[in-house]
Each structure stands twice: as C-alpha cells, then as structure tokens.
Nanobody
Framework: QVQLTESGGGLVQAGGSLRLSCAAS????????MAWFRQAPGKEREFVAA???????YYADSVTGRFTISRDNAKNTLFLQMNALKPEDTAVYYC???????????????????WGQGTQVTVSP
C-alpha cells in the first residue's frame, strides 16, 4: 500500500521558520487528499492543514496566515511551510493521506487511510 515518510522537523526559535516534507510511495499520490496533523504532549491529535487532489488548501484557524501546505505530484511529495512559529506549535507532526478522490479533505483523524511516523517540531521561546 502507501508509505509516508516525514522529514524536516527540528528545533527553532519563536518567530522562525521550518519546512516539513512528506515523501509518499506505493500508491497513486495524485489522487489522494493529503493532510498534516500534530500532537503535543498531553493533548489530542489535531488537524493542521490539508490539500485536495487538485491542489485546494484548507487550514486550521490556529495556523491560518502562518502555515502553507502544498504538494508536488510529479515528485510524490507533500510540504508544510511554517512561518512565524510559536511555542504552542511544538508537537509531533504527522503526514496523512485520504484515498478516494474526495472533493474536500476532512479534518477527522479516522477518515485518513495512511499515516507517517511523525517528525518532532520544537519551538523555543
């Protein structure tokens, strides 16, 4: 099936930027909606951003204006550009795929079929 591998996490000072990548293999990447979720210690996993199979992007209110999700179907890769980072952005970030050529990606964890292992993002004050 589909394998997803995240990269690009690290430690950055508040106000800085970071770009996450998610490499996909083993499926028809261009037909999947893709999303980023995150989970901080002691918190529930939450939706961050998603992009449909035709490239339309959606964002959680907490990251709108700071984060940008994009995809390169030719390279089977998903990106999350994170700017103006805040300490509350600290979390493990997960890449996820939703099969079925959905018109608009959902924000529900259970709707996603494939998940990466996550990459740690730490934002210092």
């Amino acid at each position: 099936q589909v394998q997803l591998t995240e990269s690009g996490g690290g430690l950055v000072q508040a106000g800085g930027s970071l770009r996450l990548s998610c490499a996909a293999s083993g499926g028809t990447f261009s037909s999947y909606a893709m999303a980023w979720f995150r989970q901080a210690p002691g918190k529930e996993r939450e939706f961050v951003a998603a992009v449909s199979w035709i490239g339309i992007a959606y964002y959680a209110d907490s990251v709108t204006g700071r984060f940008t999700i994009s995809r390169d179907n030719a390279k089977n890769t998903l990106f999350l550009q994170m700017n103006a980072l805040k300490p509350e952005d600290t979390a493990v970030y997960y890449c996820a795929a939703q099969a079925g050529r959905v018109g608009r990606p959902t924000q529900r964890i259970g709707d996603y079929n494939y998940w990466g292992q996550g990459t740690q993002v730490t934002v210092s004050p």
